[in-house]
């Protein structure tokens, strides 16, 4: 669903919610929100609930709830994907990930198979096209001189329409491919791992450690 807004007095306000010290939203205490808190825009909150009235967002929105009732700091992000998906009711899973996840994604379809899901699953070189499609010469190759095939996060999305998945996951794909699969994928998506190599795929450490070992790398 696109929704469009004609409220021509939000124009030139900026979200600002990073830098609210109160989060207001959170408590229910409206009256004291700041002036540009999108809670005073009436007619975002009437878009923003009228959205959720499609019965797919409406499920998704619902069993969201639940699960952060019956998960939260309880269960690991690989479990509550599996409730998740079973409380939506999704038989067939997608799963788009990176070649270097290989050995992550063989063990988590065995455990979705476990849990009763079939699972469809495309690695992110499939395709083998080369890196020369994208007009990248030698020297944006990891490996100058040698074959060396792009990442196809479009055609992830492709093979996995063509399976008419119910629900995608994400495991390690690279910033941007992650961008191109959730663009084009008709299904809904989460995302279990993104990659991180240098943080051992836990890029938060970058932002815990940004006032000490991180920060000459963080604001040059």
Same mark, same amino acid.
């Not at 999108?38 to 923003?48: F, G, S």
């Not at 952060?68 to 067939?92: P, S």
């Not at 998506?189 to 791992?193: E, I, N, Q, R």
């Given at each position: 669903m696109?929704?469009?807004f004609s409220n021509?007095?939000?124009?030139?306000?900026?979200?600002?919610?990073?830098?609210?010290?109160?989060?207001y939203c959170d408590s229910g205490e409206l009256d004291k929100i700041p002036a540009n808190c999108?809670?005073?825009?009436?007619?975002?909150?009437?878009?923003?609930k009228d959205a959720y009235k499609e019965p797919v967002d409406f499920k998704l929105a619902r069993c969201s709830a639940m699960l952060? +009732?019956?998960?939260?700091?309880?269960?690991?992000? =690989? %479990?509550? !994907?599996?409730?998740?998906?079973?409380?939506?009711?999704?038989?067939?899973l997608g799963l788009a990930f990176c070649v270097?996840?290989?050995?992550?994604?063989?063990?988590?379809? +065995?455990?979705?198979?476990?849990?009763?899901?079939? =699972? %469809?699953? !495309?690695?992110c070189k499939n395709g083998s096209i080369p890196k020369e499609f994208l007009d990248l010469t030698e020297e944006y190759k990891l490996t100058p001189g040698a074959f060396e095939p792009m990442c196809n996060p479009i055609g992830q999305a492709i093979l996995l329409?063509?399976?008419?998945?119910?629900f995608n996951i994400v495991l390690g794909l690279c910033i941007g491919h992650d961008s191109l699969f959730i663009k084009h994928a008709e299904a809904p998506?989460?995302?279990?791992?993104v990659k991180d190599r240098v943080l051992a795929h836990?890029?938060?450490a970058a932002l815990y450690l940004s006032e000490g070992y991180y920060k000459e790398k963080l604001y040059k």
């Open positions: 696109i929704i469009s021509k007095s939000y124009k030139g306000k900026m979200n600002t919610c990073a830098l609210c010290a109160e989060k999108p809670c005073k825009d009436e007619e975002y909150v009437a878009k923003a952060e +009732k019956e998960g939260y700091c309880q269960k690991t992000r =690989v %479990e509550e !994907t599996i409730d998740f998906a079973k409380m939506c009711g999704f038989k067939t270097g996840f290989s050995r992550e994604a063989a063990i988590l379809i +065995k455990i979705l198979k476990h849990h009763g899901f079939s =699972v %469809e699953s !495309t690695v329409n063509r399976a008419k998945t119910d998506v989460t995302v279990l791992a836990n890029p938060m």
